[in-house]
Nanobody, 121 residues
Framework: QVQVVESGGGLVQPGGSLRLSCAASGNIFTINYMGWYRQAPGKERELVASITSGGNINYAEFAKGRFTISGDYAAKMVYLQMNSLKPEDTAVYYC???????????????WGQGAHVVVSS
């Protein structure tokens, strides 16, 4: 059993900042990848940023220069610092982790329940 849990969402004014955290726990042998995705009302889920266990980082174009992803794989944590937030950043933000369990033959992708972020004045 694996769990991925996000925290840190909330309401923020345009131009403000939020920091999201994601914690993975359970039957984990190793984590290969952790990423943040978001889904706005009426839109498809999209990648925000990702970081591999080797430190490779990828950002969506809209996130570059405003968002920063960081990870602590030893602690099974990933963070997303979001600055200069805009109303169009309003969405549910999901954490995804590619996890190899102790008893699984192949890695699995596990999703959190989502953290609501609302950017509004």
């Amino acid at each position: 059993q694996v769990q991925v849990v996000e925290s840190g969402g909330g309401l923020v004014q345009p131009g403000g900042s939020l920091r999201l955290s994601c914690a993975a726990s359970g039957n984990i042998f190793t984590i290969n990848y952790m990423g943040w995705y978001r889904q706005a009302p009426g839109k498809e889920r999209e990648l925000v940023a990702s970081i591999t266990s080797g430190g490779n980082i990828n950002y969506a174009e809209f996130a570059k220069g405003r968002f920063t992803i960081s990870g602590d794989y030893a602690a099974k944590m990933v963070y997303l610092q979001m600055n200069s937030l805009k109303p169009e950043d309003t969405a549910v933000y999901y954490c995804n982790a590619e996890i190899k369990t102790w008893d699984g033959a192949y890695p699995i992708h596990s999703w959190g329940q989502g953290a609501h972020v609302v950017v509004s004045s």
